[in-house]
């Protein structure tokens, strides 16, 4: 369903003061790169607001009867209002989440002078199997106790090269509309990788705050998130096979295409 369904930002224009001096960020996340679990230790920060996936068009009805609004405009500023901490708002988004957004070219106005957070994960066979394994059980993540229903779809689950190779393409899809939507606007931005992130959280988080100008005093240890990894020896089995099976693909199709990634971190 298509975000104009929910909020009208065709006729709607921001009004004076629009976000009244806040500063926008976004994360720019693809799926299973870890972004709950890093959002859940900015948020405890208390340094740069609460971002949520407020433009998820499953999760958006349910955030509408929490801050009711008609236009993107007045949407976009009551979060900021109520979300906000030391003048920073935060949205967490894929690329599909706003893809609307980037092509009626209006991101400049819905988030003026955003700053722009991209979280990916070097290992993309990895995260696809991640992938695989969350929407095909339901259970995606640690913060909430999965039922028996949806712990059997996962123990029941099989390895399937195709739907791997189709959330890869997901995946990269919406990595590359993000590095097109930098590359064309000039947003100022820092790319952040799962696999350098994780064990370095503090470091990671202070980089991030120190991107948005923002002190960070107290970085909350690791042990304080509610959120921990799913991910198993099945889902490295299922990834060194796929990598076995398909390395030609992968490197034609996909990697060689990633330029954009940065080294790995020493």
Same mark, same amino acid.
């Given at each position: 369903?298509?975000?104009?369904?929910?909020?009208?930002?065709?006729?709607?224009?921001?009004? &004076?003061?629009?976000?009244?001096?806040?500063?926008?960020?976004?994360?720019?996340? *693809? =799926?299973?790169?870890?972004?709950?679990?890093?959002?859940? @230790? @900015?948020?405890? *920060?208390?340094?740069?607001?609460?971002?949520? /996936?407020?433009?998820?068009?499953?999760?958006? =009805?349910? !955030?509408?009867?929490?801050? =009711?609004?008609?236009?993107?405009?007045?949407?976009?500023?009551?979060?900021?209002?109520?979300?906000?901490?030391?003048? !920073?708002?935060?949205?967490?988004?894929t690329y599909l989440h706003i893809k609307e957004l980037i092509e009626a070219n209006i991101m400049q106005h819905v988030f003026p002078k955003a700053k722009i957070v991209l979280l990916f994960?070097?290992?993309? !066979?990895?995260?696809?199997?991640?992938?695989?394994?969350?929407?095909?059980?339901?259970?995606?993540?640690?913060?909430?106790?999965?039922?028996?229903?949806? @712990?059997?779809?996962?123990?029941?689950?099989?390895?399937?090269?195709?739907?791997?190779?189709?959330?890869?393409?997901?995946?990269?899809?919406?990595e590359e509309g993000w590095m097109t939507f930098i590359q064309t606007t000039d947003a100022p931005h820092r790319i952040c990788i799962y696999e350098d992130f994780v064990g370095q959280e503090?470091? *990671?988080?202070? &980089?991030?705050?120190?991107?948005?100008?923002?002190?960070?005093?107290?970085?909350?240890?690791?042990?304080?998130?509610?959120?921990?990894?799913?991910?198993?020896?099945?889902?490295?089995?299922?990834?060194?096979?796929?990598? *076995? /099976?398909?390395? /030609?693909?992968?490197? /034609?199709?996909?990697?060689?295409?990633?330029?954009?990634?940065?080294?790995?971190?020493?």
């Open positions: 369903m298509s975000l104009s369904a929910f909020l009208d930002y065709v006729e709607a224009v921001p009004p &004076q003061d629009y976000l009244n001096g806040i500063t926008p960020f976004i994360l720019a996340m *693809t =799926p299973r790169s870890g972004s709950s679990y890093l959002c859940d @230790l @900015l948020v405890r *920060t208390k340094q740069v607001g609460n971002p949520g /996936e407020y433009l998820n068009r499953f999760l958006l =009805p349910g !955030v509408l009867q929490t801050y =009711p609004a008609q236009d993107m405009y007045s949407y976009i500023a009551c979060l900021a209002k109520h979300q906000a901490d030391k003048g !920073v708002f935060g949205i967490k988004a994960r070097r290992n993309v !066979v990895l995260q696809a199997v991640s992938l695989y394994r969350a929407r095909e059980s339901g259970i995606f993540h640690t913060n909430e106790s999965p039922n028996h229903e949806s @712990l059997h779809r996962l123990n029941a689950l099989s390895y399937n090269p195709d739907r791997i190779m189709e959330n890869i393409l997901h995946i990269t899809h919406q503090a470091r *990671t988080v202070h &980089q991030i705050c120190a991107f948005l100008d923002r002190d960070c005093p107290n970085v909350p240890r690791p042990s304080q998130s509610c959120f921990r990894k799913i991910g198993n020896s099945i889902n490295t089995r299922w990834a060194d096979r796929f990598i *076995t /099976e398909y390395h /030609e693909w992968l490197y /034609e199709i996909v990697l060689q295409k990633r330029t954009y990634l940065p080294a790995a971190a020493k």
